[in-house]
């Protein structure tokens, strides 16, 4: 029976149920650094069943220098873009035998300070981070000799830390320049929070596919907001509010891409037919969307690999890594529609 009460089996009360040792126990634990006994072995591994003894995992660590754990910090888990990613990340770890402690900041810049500070105490082996907005704490993880990737829009060399990405700028251009290539000429962008690096990223992207087509670029035309659906529902409501209001819209996620489509639909207004619609950071629900989104994705689980494998192979010299988006195509941009409407026999 396992040991009754309120304290925890040690490696005594096993060794005094296998009749043997305490370093004996330790080394059956360890798996050394000594032999023991195919007889003993056995004996420690029924008493450590009958105690129900787990290993101190804060005192293994102490004595490795190694806790086998992993922090990831977000800005909000609640993002289905950075739910996805985490989750791409937590079976990375997992398969590797290791453990994620995953901290979510709620959008709120003092709790992802907390949260750090809370995961250094930890002595995890390495954070994964991507910050609420363009003040990362990187000085504190890095006061602690801490691996650190950032999935953020920051400058390794400036930083000195290493970074994995997307070209986001480029990847917001492609999308805006195949809107454009349907015919449209009024373009607006539902952007993000104006303080985020990503959000600028955005809008340069948005601004690079207007000018390169030979477009003006309406102020007028940029709507910021949250990366939310009531983001993107209320960007759209004010967008409807405009005596001129663009033909086509590039919503900076998906959240803001689905909370657009429902003001559209209150507004008696259908995509693509009446609106266009494309987005960025995309999921596997962008496809099931009605209608499907015409999105930019980008490979997580490619990306939760590389940042894995960036800690665990850890020498301190800043590195980046930037891995190709790609442009999926649904029905919200009117490209299967036009092609249906093609594909109608004359009368």
């Given at each position: 029976?396992?040991?009754?009460?309120?304290g925890?089996?040690?490696?005594a009360?096993?060794?005094?149920?296998?009749?043997?040792?305490?370093?004996?126990?330790?080394?059956?634990i360890?798996?050394?650094?000594?032999?023991?006994?195919?007889?003993?072995?056995e004996?420690?591994?029924?008493?450590?069943?009958?105690?129900?003894?787990?290993?101190?995992?804060?005192?293994?660590a102490?004595?490795?220098?190694?806790?086998?754990?992993?922090?990831?910090?977000?800005?909000?888990?609640?993002?289905?873009?950075?739910?996805?990613?985490?989750?791409a990340?937590?079976q990375?770890?997992?398969?590797?035998?290791?453990?994620?402690?995953?901290?979510?900041?709620?959008d709120?810049?003092q709790?992802?300070?907390?949260?750090?500070?809370?995961?250094?105490?930890?002595?995890?082996?390495?954070?994964?981070?991507?910050?609420?907005?363009?003040?990362?704490?990187?000085?504190?993880?890095?006061?602690?000799?801490?691996?650190?990737v950032m999935?953020?829009r920051?400058?390794?060399g400036?930083?000195?830390?290493?970074?994995l990405r997307?070209d986001?700028?480029?990847?917001?251009?492609?999308?805006t320049?195949?809107?454009?290539?349907?015919?449209?000429?009024?373009?607006?962008?539902?952007?993000?929070?104006?303080?985020?690096?990503n959000?600028?990223?955005?809008?340069?992207g948005?601004?690079?596919?207007?000018?390169?087509?030979?477009?003006?670029?309406?102020?007028?035309w940029?709507?910021?907001?949250?990366?939310?659906?009531?983001?993107?529902?209320?960007?759209?409501?004010?967008?409807?509010?405009?005596?001129?209001?663009?033909?086509?819209?590039?919503?900076?996620?998906?959240?803001?891409?689905?909370?657009?489509?429902?003001?559209?639909a209150?507004?008696?207004?259908?995509?693509?037919?009446?609106v266009?619609?494309?987005?960025?950071?995309?999921t596997?629900?962008?496809?099931?969307h009605?209608?499907?989104?015409?999105?930019?994705?980008?490979?997580?689980?490619?990306?939760?690999?590389?940042?894995?494998?960036?800690?665990?192979?850890?020498t301190?010299?800043?590195?980046?890594?930037?891995?190709?988006?790609?442009?999926e195509?649904?029905?919200?941009?009117?490209?299967?529609?036009?092609?249906?409407?093609?594909?109608?026999p004359?009368n």
């Amino acid at each position: 029976m396992a040991k009754q009460g309120s304290g925890r089996a040690t490696r005594a009360d096993v060794a005094r149920e296998a009749g043997t040792s305490v370093a004996v126990v330790s080394y059956v634990i360890n798996n050394g650094p000594r032999p023991v006994a195919k007889a003993t072995r056995e004996k420690v591994l029924q008493a450590i069943k009958k105690t129900g003894y787990r290993p101190n995992s804060v005192a293994r660590a102490l004595a490795s220098g190694t806790t086998k754990t992993f922090g990831l910090v977000v800005p909000n888990i609640s993002n289905v873009f950075v739910a996805s990613l985490a989750h791409a990340l937590q079976q990375e770890v997992l398969a590797k035998g290791q453990v994620m402690l995953l901290g979510d900041a709620g959008d709120s810049r003092q709790r992802e300070f907390e949260l750090i500070n809370n995961l250094l105490e930890r002595q995890v082996d390495g954070i994964i981070y991507i910050s609420v907005d363009r003040h990362p704490y990187i000085d504190l993880i890095q006061q602690t000799g801490t691996p650190l990737v950032m999935l953020d829009r920051i400058n390794p060399g400036e930083h000195q830390v290493s970074v994995l990405r997307v070209d986001e700028r480029a990847a917001a251009c492609q999308v805006t320049d195949h809107l454009l290539s349907h015919g449209y000429q009024q373009v607006g962008i539902i952007s993000g929070p104006p303080e985020m690096l990503n959000a600028q990223d955005r809008v340069k992207g948005w601004c690079d596919a207007m000018k390169a087509n030979d477009l003006s670029v309406n102020e007028n035309w940029i709507f910021p907001a949250p990366y939310t659906r009531a983001g993107g529902y209320q960007a759209t409501k004010k967008m409807l509010m405009l005596k001129h209001a663009p033909r086509a819209l590039f919503a900076s996620n998906e959240l803001q891409a689905i909370g657009c489509v429902r003001a559209l639909a209150e507004a008696g207004l259908r995509v693509p037919e009446d609106v266009a619609l494309v987005c960025f950071n995309g999921t596997e629900q962008s496809a099931f969307h009605v209608p499907s989104l015409t999105t930019v994705r980008q490979p997580v689980v490619a990306m939760a690999r590389a940042a894995f494998e960036m800690l665990q192979n850890w020498t301190a010299e800043p590195m980046l890594r930037e891995f190709a988006h790609r442009l999926e195509i649904g029905e919200s941009c009117g490209c299967f529609a036009k092609k249906s409407a093609q594909q109608q026999p004359d009368n």
